[in-house]
C-alpha cells in the first residue's frame, strides 16, 4: 500500500525559510512523478514543484528561483524514497496548505494536474506573515 507521509510545515515570517519532507512508501515501481501541490480556500490545488524518477525537475515561475526539490534515500527498509522542498525567501502569498503526491505516470512532470495523481499525503500547512 502506497503511503506519503509529510513533515515539515509551519509558520514564518516573510523572508524565512522551511524545508518540507515527504516519505514514500510501499511504492513498488521504479518511474514515478513525485512533488508538492498547494492548495488554499476556494483556489485549484496548483504544482509547485516535481520531480521524477531521473532527478529531472519541474518548478512553478511563482516559486521559481526560491524553492528547491530535491530527493534522497530515506534509508529505511520500509522507505523507498524521500522528497524535500527547500522553501526561501518565503511571501505571504505562499501561505497554503502542501501536499505530497506520487504517481507512475512520470511524464506528467511536463504539465502536472493534480487530477491526475494517484497517491497523496494529507497536507501540511505553511503559514507566512507580512
Known amino acids: 500500500q502506497t503511503q506519503l507521509v509529510e513533515s515539515g510545515g509551519g509558520s514564518v515570517q516573510s523572508g524565512g525559510s522551511l524545508t518540507l519532507s515527504c516519505v514514500l512508501r510501499?511504492?513498488?515501481?521504479?518511474?514515478?512523478?513525485m512533488g508538492w501541490f498547494r492548495q488554499v480556500p476556494g483556489k485549484k490545488r496548483e504544482a509547485v514543484a516535481l520531480?521524477?524518477?531521473?532527478?529531472?525537475?519541474?518548478?512553478?515561475?511563482?516559486v521559481k528561483g526560491r524553492f528547491t526539490i530535491s530527493q534522497g534515500d530515506a534509508g529505511n527498509k520500509f522507505a523507498l524514497n524521500q522528497v524535500f522542498l527547500q522553501m526561501g525567501n518565503l511571501k505571504p502569498e505562499d501561505t497554503a496548505i502542501y501536499y505530497c503526491?506520487?504517481?507512475?505516470?512520470?511524464?506528467?512532470?511536463?504539465?502536472?494536474?493534480?487530477?491526475?495523481?494517484?497517491?497523496w499525503g494529507q497536507g501540511t500547512q505553511v503559514t507566512v506573515s507580512a
Open positions: 510501499g511504492y513498488t515501481y521504479d518511474k514515478y512523478c
Open positions: 520531480i521524477d524518477h531521473d532527478g529531472n525537475t519541474n518548478v512553478a515561475d511563482s
Open positions: 503526491a506520487v504517481d507512475g505516470k512520470w511524464w506528467l512532470l511536463t504539465s502536472p494536474l493534480a487530477s491526475d495523481f494517484a497517491y
